[in-house]
């Protein structure tokens, strides 16, 4: 013989099952994001080594949508500097966004749990 289904226990597990699979795809989508992040970090990183071996005077160029403006070596290199540091402030963002979501999900597996506790609690005191 079966016994009755908890009706309520039976949806706090459905809606956790669904916040579960909305988290992990979030999470997982945060981590492609770092991952994109950390390639062109290593891009722009690789673009600085190659700039500090121009000397003073080179030519540079540096790309506006689908043209090149003539800019100074200085500005190169201080555009560069700029867009390393929002990349990191991005991935930093990326990063705690993640965190709060492993969080979040934790917290909810442990207030299932307790649920689950206390029900089998309940149904022992009244065996």
């Known amino acids: 013989m079966s016994k009755p289904v908890d009706l309520e226990l039976k949806k706090a597990f459905v809606e956790l099952q669904v916040k579960m699979v909305e988290t992990s795809k979030k999470i997982q989508v945060i981590d492609s994001q770092i991952n994109v992040l950390k390639r062109v970090l290593q891009h722009v990183d690789i673009t600085q080594h190659e700039i500090t071996t121009l000397p003073p005077g080179t030519k540079t160029y540096e790309a506006v949508g689908r043209m090149f403006?003539?800019?100074?070596?200085?500005?190169?290199?201080?555009?560069?500097?700029?867009?390393?540091?929002?990349?990191?402030?991005?991935?930093?963002?990326?990063?705690?966004?993640?965190?709060?979501?492993?969080?979040?999900?934790?917290?909810?597996?442990?207030?299932?749990?307790?649920?689950?506790?206390?029900?089998?609690?309940?149904?022992?005191?009244?065996?």
């Not at 500097?81 to 402030?89: C, G, I, K, M, S």
């Not at 990326?94 to 506790?117: A, F, G, H, P, T």
């Open 69 to 127: 403006l003539h800019t100074d070596l200085a500005e190169v290199k201080k555009n560069l500097n700029t867009r390393v540091t929002q990349l990191a402030e991005r991935t930093t963002e990326l990063e705690n966004n993640k965190q709060y979501l492993e969080k979040n999900l934790k917290e909810s597996e442990d207030n299932i749990r307790e649920m689950v506790q206390q029900r089998k609690e309940q149904i022992e005191k009244s065996s």
